[in-house]
């Protein structure tokens, strides 16, 4: 059975169309670390947080600069990654398939 993630903005609630909701679900799975993303069509912005950068936030289009804002304010002396410029395109899946299966705590001779 197919497993849908409900995505909604941190800010409004308001949840992406059908397009960005499948662009959200593969980034999902993207390794990245105090980062931000732009999700297209909808114009959705994600904070790839994680460790010290704490956790994955979403907003919509319509909220983009507060999360930015929000982000800025709790990790702004974190160094430069909250205050990066956009656009902030997706090229998609970052890491080798080695450090995914680390952090999965697999084995990784199979590469
Ligand atoms: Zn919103």
Redesign the pocket.
Known sequence: MPVSVVFR?D??Q?RPDPETQVMLEQQMLDLRHGEYLDMEPGNWLVWHGRGPYGATRY??G??RGDLKALVREHYGTLGPAPWAMGPHPWRFRKGTERARRILRGLPTWRG
């Open positions: 903005c800010f409004c308001s907003a919509c319509a909220h």
